[in-house]
């Protein structure tokens, strides 16, 4: 069987939270969903965005939050995830959030650690940095 030099270039990714493998071609990648971790010099512009993200004072029904909240997530944009984070923050600041929001809260900043321990050199630091901000 003769393959040519139609050898597909292939994205290997290890999903650290599973230890699973993945492979991707490199043509789909966009298409997929694949995206370069954030910059590190942005980093300081997710923090501010936390800070500065309010929650509004007369706030919608839950399942229309909920579905909000679902798209943030599924975004794969780590801007909206920080408003996400930044307006939960919020409510949290004024109330004690309910199981649906502290699971959301959870999963965006699950995931926000990863996208922050993936795109700078010193990540404990900054995830403590982030920690603090969501405190405030």
């Not at 512009?45 to 004072?57: G, K, M």
């Not at 050199?121 to 995830?127: C, K, M, T």
């Amino acid at each position: 069987m003769d393959l040519g030099d139609d050898v597909t270039q292939m994205y290997r990714i290890l999903v650290e939270a599973t230890e699973m493998r993945l492979w991707i071609p490199v043509h789909r990648a966009a298409v997929d969903g694949l995206r370069a971790p954030f910059a590190q010099d942005d980093i300081e512009r997710l923090l501010s965005i936390i800070q500065d993200t309010e929650a509004p004072e007369k706030r919608a029904t839950w399942n229309r939050r909920q579905r909000r909240y679902q798209e943030l997530l599924m975004s794969n944009d780590p801007i909206q995830l920080a408003e996400l984070l930044g307006e939960l923050a919020s409510v949290r600041q004024r109330k004690a959030l309910s199981f649906g929001e502290r699971k959301m809260f959870d999963r965006a900043w699950d995931l926000m650690q990863v996208e922050l321990r993936s795109a700078c050199d010193a990540p404990d630091e900054v995830v403590q940095r982030f920690e603090s901000a969501l405190a405030a």
